[in-house]
C-alpha cells in the first residue's frame, strides 16, 4: 500500500509517479509493480553532491544540492527539487545547465527537502 507522497518509478518505461492520495492498491505500469523510492539521507554514499541543503535568504529560502553542487549533465542532472513546508508542497523542475538550486518565495517555520537525481534517485534533507 502506497503512502502519500511516497515516489514511485516503473522499472520498464521510467515512468515516475508521486502518491497524492493513497489507496489499497497497489501501483502498476507495464504490467508490473512499481518500485518506491526510498529518499537517501545524509547517512548515504554520495551525500555531499545530493543531499539538500536549505539556506534562508531575503524573501524566501533557497534549497542548494548538495554541499558540493551536484553536476547539471545531459546525462545525470537534478530533475526537480521540492519542499514540504509547514503542510504545503511545492516544486520546482529544472533543466541540465540550470544550477542546482532553487529559491521558494515563501515564508515557513518546518522545511522537508526532497530532490531527485536522474542517475542517483530521491534524496532527502533535513
Ligand atoms: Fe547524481
Known amino acids: 500500500m502506497a503512502g502519500k507522497l511516497e515516489v514511485y518509478k516503473c522499472m520498464v518505461c521510467g515512468n515516475i509517479v508521486e502518491v497524492l492520495h493513497a489507496g489499497d492498491g497497489p501501483l502498476l505500469c507495464c504490467g508490473r509493480q512499481m518500485e518506491q523510492f526510498v529518499p537517501k539521507t545524509a547517512a548515504d554514499e554520495g551525500k555531499e553532491k545530493h543531499v539538500p541543503v536549505i539556506e534562508k535568504v531575503d524573501g524566501g529560502i533557497k534549497i542548494k544540492v548538495g554541499s558540493i553542487a551536484h553536476p547539471m549533465e545531459r546525462e545525470h542532472f537534478i ?7 509547514d503542510g504545503n508542497h511545492y516544486r520546482r523542475f529544472l533543466n541540465p545547465g540550470d544550477a542546482p538550486e532553487a529559491v521558494f518565495k515563501i515564508e515557513a517555520q518546518a522545511v522537508a527537502p526532497r530532490e531527485h537525481c536522474t542517475v542517483h534517485g530521491l534524496w532527502k534533507g533535513e
Open 79 to 85: 530533475e526537480w527539487i521540492e519542499i514540504l513546508a
